[in-house]
């Protein structure tokens, strides 16, 4: 099984600034990497997929990066909307597993 | 537009039974693949289980292996997910959701808890 490491755990980022995420796999997963966010009591939601693509309707300022075990994603100035946790994913072997989470709060 | 409506949750007591279900609309949904994600409260998501679009192609999470069955019916649009001998660690909001490669379609959940 592809093991999914995410850090930090928590980011504490003052709105408007750039909060930088990461996911590490402990194989390579290529490009099949997704990134998904969670507000609280909703549900997931796609933002990104092929490590780098946005999903439809996602706003410019969410950047994926990377490929094989290191990924990265960059939420470019925070907005009050932006505040929710984030996974990461790897698509590219069965379990699909997920990351354990990162929580972007307001500092 | 694409809709996924889980139902079926409730309370439920440890060794005891549950099917969930779940209702796709706005989409072909024989053409695509469908998961199981579960949630414990406070904790990560959880991939569960997943089905082919013929249903050929089965596979289920270790922990729930041997005690869930995913199925799918084409003609009624839905998913279902049959819960077995249920135990405290089953406890979570399960989501279905669509699979195109990554998950880009989610429902809203249905929680399940397991208490005496």
């Known amino acids: 099984e592809i093991v999914m490491t995410q850090s930090p755990a928590t980011l504490s980022v003052s709105p408007g600034e750039r909060a930088t995420l990461s996911c590490r796999a402990s194989q390579s997963v290529g490009s099949n990497l997704a990134w998904y966010q969670q507000k609280s009591g909703q549900a997931p939601r796609l933002l990104i997929y092929g490590a780098s693509t946005w999903a439809t309707g996602i706003p410019a300022r969410f950047r994926g990066s990377g490929s094989g075990t290191e990924f990265t994603l960059t939420i470019s100035s925070l907005q009050s909307e932006d505040f929710a946790v984030y996974y990461c994913q790897q698509y590219n072997d069965w379990p699909h597993t997920f990351g354990q989470g990162t929580k972007v709060e307001i500092k | 537009e694409v809709q996924l409506v889980e139902s079926g949750g409730g309370l439920v007591q440890p060794g005891g039974s549950l099917r969930l279900s779940c209702a796709a609309s706005?989409?072909?949904?024989?053409?695509?693949?469908m998961n199981w994600v579960r949630q414990a409260p406070g904790k990560g998501l959880e991939w569960v289980a997943y089905?082919?679009?013929?249903?050929?192609?089965?596979y289920y999470a270790d922990s729930v292996k041997g005690r869930f069955t995913i199925s799918r019916d084409n003609a009624k649009n839905s998913l279902y997910l049959q819960m077995n001998n249920l135990g405290a660690e089953d406890t979570a909001v399960y989501y279905c959701?669509?699979?195109?490669?990554?998950?880009?379609?989610w429902g809203q959940g249905t929680l399940v808890t397991v208490s005496s």
């Open positions: 089905i082919s679009t013929s249903a050929s192609t089965i």
């Open positions: 959701a669509r699979k195109e490669y990554y998950f880009d379609n």
């Open positions: 706005g989409f072909t949904f024989s053409s695509y693949e």
